[in-house]
Each structure stands twice: as C-alpha cells, then as structure tokens.
C-alpha cells in the first residue's frame, strides 16, 4: 500500500505510538496516508479507538513477527 509518511513505533508502549500518530497526522493534508509500525500488541485496540474517536481512517491493520503495521488515512 502507497503512503506518504513512515511512524516507526517499535519499542514504544502505550499511549506513545497514539501520541505520536497524532502528532504526524496533524502535519499531514486531508486524505493522506500514515504508515505506523509498532511492538506494542496494546495498539491493535488503541488505533481502532483512535481512529473511531478522530474520524480518520483505519485502512488496514496487520501482525508479523510480533510487530503491528497500520495504515491510517487522515480525515
């Protein structure tokens, strides 16, 4: 999947990689895409809720080798 920015989230505990995922895509235009890899198994749920209570866009979600990739799309 294309995206126009990278978060590398690995080590961080929650709420850091949220917190840090907020930061970028407050930066980023309307429409575009964040790419986030975290460590954390807590931010499965934390970006589903994230992404509930902001209105961006969780566009897919996956897990390999204990590590998390998300694609969200900034609303």
Do not use: H
């Not at 989230?9 to 930066?27: M, Q, V, Y």
């Not at 934390?46 to 998390?68: H, R």
């Amino acid at each position: 999947m294309n995206f126009d920015k990278d978060l590398d989230a690995r080590g961080l505990n929650c709420p850091l990689p949220i917190l840090r995922a907020k930061k970028a895509l407050s930066e980023m235009q309307s429409g575009q895409v964040l790419r986030i890899v975290s460590t954390d198994v807590g931010s499965v749920k934390d970006f589903q809720a994230f992404c509930k209570q902001t209105g961006n866009e969780l566009l897919s979600q996956t897990e390999a080798s204990n590590e998390y990739t998300f694609f969200l799309k900034r609303k």
